[in-house]
């Protein structure tokens, strides 16, 4: 069972290779965390998952689809897959509960009382009941990225790429949104992680796969990667990390 | 009674230090405007000096500041700017409409719209190339002559052709400049949404877009209300031309005053709202500036 499946792909920007010959197979309410050092290509990979860059090479299919075939209507695969991005990203022009229902209204053409109502119900799930009139620069850092969390997941995607989330958070706003992720995946959400926080990765993921230079060096599951690690490249970072007091 | 309380908690009487320290500011601030009062009163003074014991002094305010003229000319005059302002009510919101076209079309990627891409940029390019002045005798004098149906012969109507020829290649600049101040990842939120190139355009992009150019729009706005002008050389009987039928008739200049002096008086209360909107949005922006 697969509910995404990676196979061989590359991406090149001008003088190098950012992604070389990637493979990953994701199952339904698997949570994947991707770990790595900055520009080992997390970030990369997940852009390409949501088709906002285009591979050089190899294929993603999603449910069977193949989501990188050139005729493939971009707008209906992402339909399928949230994405909540480091800075956020909310509209500043719109309130919390416009940001999350203009999807809904727009894309799956729900109408509006209905679309409100479920924003509304999630945002009380996730104690924001009384931010839904409030405009996102009246929230904190760590408020916005819960409703970027929300809106991602208000069109029930298939797939949530979540692109080092708690990054440009202080670290008492990290723990409200982790503890909105973990609920996440209680509920079933398959879910690909980029992220720095490693203790987090540790305890949430199904499967953790170590980046090194474009390449996946290692997968596993936490136990195995964070205890004991084959590849020397994957400890040699972990004890970077662990130098640097992050795990 | 916990009000009071809560009240003196969150603000405590203000320190001996503070009060002395708003009692100069007080005073600063009452200098700094006796300073500038003083020095608009000489600078003025000094100015009218100059200007009344200049050797054609007498001459020049015979003929630009006699009050009879202004009195008899002021009600044709009147009635001439009325037509600029008419000019300008239709020109205006048609120059919105049809500069917005020509910048989202520049942005079309798909490879259908290339003609339309191409025409959008030689169209901006042209008409911002061309004097006004020029394209509005071109469509005045020029399209009549083509004697095709359909196209209109009166010079009001021409006119407004004419400008809004000359203003929408501005206008779409602008809002092309507008577009691309939203920062990329405003975009690539909306299309990880599903929204397509069009919602995300629609919802997301030209909401901020246009409200982060509204001020260089007025200021297009308060160049578009001088330059209906402009038309009388093609024809039009409007403030300027009327004024100029006085001036030739009678050797008097005043009925020109009279036309500055209305003109002066549309385009300032849409300067100073010009300059009310960016101060908002400066202060929106915060002391940091984001």
Same mark, same amino acid.
């Given at each position: 069972?697969?509910?995404?499946?990676?196979?061989?792909?590359?991406?090149?920007?001008?003088?190098?290779?950012?992604?070389?010959?990637? &493979?990953?197979?994701?199952?339904? %309410?698997?949570?994947?965390?991707?770990? $790595?050092?900055?520009?080992?290509?997390?970030?990369?990979?997940?852009?390409?998952?949501?088709?906002?860059?285009?591979?050089?090479?190899?294929?993603?299919?999603? &449910?069977?689809?193949?989501?990188?075939?050139?005729?493939?209507?971009?707008?209906?695969?992402?339909?399928?897959? $949230?994405?909540?991005?480091?800075?956020?990203?909310?509209?500043? %022009?719109?309130?919390?509960?416009?940001?999350?229902?203009?999807?809904?209204?727009?894309?799956?053409?729900?109408?509006?009382?209905? !679309?409100?109502?479920?924003?509304?119900?999630?945002? !009380?799930?996730?104690?924001?009941?009384?931010?839904?009139?409030?405009?996102?620069?009246?929230?904190?850092? $760590?408020?916005?990225?819960?409703?970027?969390?929300?809106? !991602?997941?208000?069109?029930?995607?298939?797939?949530?790429?979540?692109?080092?989330?708690?990054?440009?958070? &202080?670290?008492?706003?990290?723990?409200?949104?982790?503890?909105?992720?973990?609920?996440?995946?209680?509920?079933?959400?398959?879910?690909?992680?980029?992220?720095?926080?490693?203790?987090?990765?540790?305890?949430?993921?199904?499967?953790?796969?170590?980046?090194?230079?474009?390449?996946?060096?290692?997968?596993?599951?936490?136990?195995?990667?964070?205890?004991?690690?084959? %590849?020397?490249?994957?400890?040699?970072?972990?004890?970077?990390?662990? &130098?640097?007091?992050?795990? | 009674?916990?009000?009071?309380?809560?009240?003196?908690?969150?603000?405590?009487?203000?320190?001996?230090?503070?009060?002395? @320290?708003?009692?100069? @500011?007080?005073?600063?601030?009452?200098?700094?405007?006796?300073?500038?009062?003083?020095?608009?009163?000489?600078?003025?003074?000094?100015?009218? *000096?100059?200007?009344?014991?200049?050797?054609?002094?007498?001459?020049?305010?015979?003929?630009?500041?006699?009050? +009879?003229?202004?009195?008899?000319?002021?009600?044709?005059?009147?009635?001439?700017?009325?037509?600029?302002?008419?000019?300008?009510?239709?020109?205006?919101?048609?120059? #919105? =409409?049809?500069?917005?076209? =020509?910048?989202?079309? @520049?942005?079309?990627?798909?490879?259908?719209?290339?003609?339309?891409?191409?025409?959008? *940029?030689?169209?901006?390019?042209?008409?911002?190339?061309?004097?006004?002045?020029?394209?509005?005798?071109?469509?005045?004098?020029?399209?009549?002559?083509?004697?095709?149906?359909?196209?209109?012969?009166?010079?009001?109507?021409?006119?407004?052709?004419?400008?809004?020829?000359?203003?929408?290649?501005?206008?779409?600049?602008?809002?092309?400049?507008?577009?691309?101040?939203?920062?990329?990842?405003?975009?690539?939120?909306?299309?990880?949404?599903?929204?397509?190139?069009?919602?995300?355009?629609?919802?997301?992009?030209?909401?901020?877009?246009?409200? @982060?150019?509204?001020?260089?729009?007025?200021?297009?706005?308060?160049? #578009?209300?001088?330059?209906?002008?402009?038309?009388?050389?093609?024809?039009?009987? +409007?403030?300027?031309?009327?004024?100029?039928?006085?001036?030739?008739?009678?050797?008097? /200049?005043?009925? /020109?005053?009279?036309?500055?002096?209305?003109?002066?008086?549309?385009?300032?209360?849409?300067?100073?709202?010009?300059?009310? #909107?960016?101060?908002?949005?400066?202060?929106?922006?915060?002391?940091?500036?984001?």
């Amino acid at each position: 069972m697969t509910l995404l499946r990676i196979e061989g792909v590359w991406k090149n920007y001008r003088h190098q290779s950012v992604l070389r010959g990637i &493979d990953l197979d994701v199952a339904p %309410h698997e949570v994947v965390c991707l770990i $790595g050092a900055s520009g080992s290509g997390k970030s990369t990979l997940l852009r390409c998952v949501n088709l906002l860059e285009t591979i050089d090479d190899g294929a993603i299919h999603l &449910d069977g689809d193949e989501i990188t075939d050139v005729r493939a209507d971009v707008d209906e695969v992402r339909k399928r897959i $949230g994405m909540v991005f480091q800075s956020y990203n909310l509209f500043p %022009h719109m309130t919390v509960l416009d940001n999350i229902t203009l999807a809904p209204r727009k894309v799956h053409k729900v109408d509006r009382a209905r !679309a409100e109502e479920q924003a509304g119900e999630l945002l !009380a799930r996730f104690g924001l009941a009384d931010k839904a009139g409030e405009y996102p620069d009246r929230l904190s850092g $760590g408020q916005q990225q819960r409703v970027a969390v929300i809106r !991602a997941i208000a069109t029930q995607p298939r797939l949530l790429l979540l692109d080092e989330v708690t990054s440009a958070l &202080d670290p008492i706003l990290v723990t409200e949104v982790l503890s909105i992720i973990r609920e996440l995946k209680d509920t079933g959400m398959t879910m690909i992680l980029a992220t720095h926080e490693m203790n987090f990765a540790r305890d949430i993921s199904d499967t953790v796969c170590f980046l090194d230079g474009g390449v996946l060096l290692e997968r596993g599951s936490p136990e195995q990667i964070f205890s004991s690690p084959e %590849h020397p490249r994957t400890r040699e970072f972990l004890q970077r990390v662990l &130098d640097a007091g992050r795990l | 009674m916990t009000d009071e309380v809560t009240d003196e908690v969150t603000r405590p009487a203000r320190s001996a230090r503070q009060l002395e @320290r708003e009692r100069i @500011r007080r005073r600063q601030a009452v200098r700094s405007s006796s300073i500038a009062t003083a020095s608009t009163i000489v600078f003025l003074t000094l100015v009218a *000096v100059l200007v009344t014991n200049s050797p054609g002094w007498p001459r020049v305010r015979e003929t630009f500041f006699d009050p +009879e003229w202004f009195v008899r000319s002021l009600p044709d005059v009147l009635q001439g700017f009325w037509t600029n302002v008419k000019i300008f009510l239709i020109a205006e919101p048609i120059i #919105l =409409v049809v500069g917005l076209l =020509v910048a989202l079309a @520049r942005g079309l990627r798909a490879p259908v719209f290339f003609p339309l891409r191409v025409l959008a *940029v030689v169209y901006t390019d042209v008409f911002r190339g061309v004097p006004t002045l020029l394209v509005i005798m071109l469509v005045g004098f020029g399209l009549p002559a083509l004697q095709l149906t359909g196209v209109p012969s009166d010079e009001i109507t021409l006119g407004v052709i004419a400008l809004v020829l000359a203003y929408s290649a501005y206008v779409a600049e602008v809002f092309r400049a507008g577009i691309d101040t939203v920062h990329p990842s405003q975009i690539a939120a909306a299309r990880s949404l599903g929204l397509s190139h069009g919602q995300a355009m629609r919802h997301v992009v030209l909401p901020q877009a246009v409200r @982060r150019v509204i001020p260089p729009l007025l200021n297009d706005f308060v160049s #578009l209300q001088k330059d209906t002008a402009l038309v009388s050389t093609i024809g039009v009987i +409007e403030a300027l031309r009327q004024a100029q039928i006085y001036a030739a008739s009678k050797f008097n /200049y005043t009925p /020109y005053l009279v036309a500055a002096m209305l003109f002066i008086l549309l385009t300032i209360p849409m300067a100073r709202f010009t300059d009310y #909107l960016s101060a908002r949005a400066a202060r929106r922006r915060g002391p940091g500036g984001a």
